[in-house]
T-cell receptor, first 112, second 114 residues
């Protein structure tokens, strides 16, 4: 039973570029949440996807967008990258109706 | 807005001693409180959680207590071991759907010295 997986592991981009990060939820889970974790900080909620729709959004600009596919996997897209977007991006999966969220290993994004 | 404060930011204990990490939340409607352990370079791992209809929960050496009136919850680790060294995050979630966003504290770096 695979846990939450994310790809790629690491990514280096330059300012102004666009990036796509991917997440596959734990088997049996239908909800995917994305978080940004800056160095030395707690994760910050970006948004959550359920039934292929964005269900809730945190305080992030429209440059951050996402998608959920029929198999429950999800993508996070970030346009017009800033230096400040450098962080660990975590996805967490959960099952609707249950509280627990389980995190993937994250994608370390560096913007130069 | 919603906020979770966590203290202390760093905690050093001798192996075998107890460690306590405290969090305070702002939204009185919050009713789910998980704790995550994050080792260096690893994913956050859910180690224990508590819901607002329970005052205390224990799992072997770790326990969590909740005081809804004061909006405080705490993580207690007894008989600490070097492998307990990590960053610990508390979080809070608000109904109606507790699978919605988690609001995290700023983390506590726990060091257990042999």
């Amino acid at each position: 039973d695979a846990g939450v997986t994310q790809s790629p592991t690491h990514l280096i981009k330059t300012r102004g570029q666009q990036v796509t990060l991917r997440c596959s939820p734990k088997s049996g889970h239908d909800t995917v949440s994305w978080y940004q974790q800056a160095l030395g900080q707690g994760p910050q909620f970006i948004f959550q996807y359920y039934e292929e729709e964005e269900r809730q959004r945190g305080n992030f600009p429209d440059r951050f967008s996402g998608h959920q596919f029929p198999n429950y996997s999800s993508e996070l897209n970030v346009n017009a990258l800033w230096l400040g977007d450098s962080a660990l991006y975590l996805c967490a999966s959960s099952s609707s109706g249950r509280d627990e969220q389980f995190f993937g290993p994250g994608t370390r994004l560096t913007v130069l | 807005g919603e906020n979770v404060e966590q203290h202390p930011s760093t905690l050093s204990v001798q192996e075998g001693d107890s460690a306590v990490i405290k969090c305070t939340y702002s939204d009185s409607a919050s009713n789910y409180f998980p704790w995550y352990k994050q080792e260096l370079g690893k994913r956050p791992q859910l180690i224990i959680d508590i819901r607002s209809n329970v005052g205390e929960k224990k799992d072997q050496r770790i326990a969590v207590t909740l005081n809804k009136t004061a909006k405080h919850f705490s993580l207690h680790i007894t008989e600490t071991q070097p492998e307990d060294s990590a960053v610990y995050f508390c979080a809070a979630s608000t109904p109606p759907r507790n699978t919605d966003k988690l609001i995290f504290g700023t983390g506590t770096r726990l060091q257990v010295f042999p």
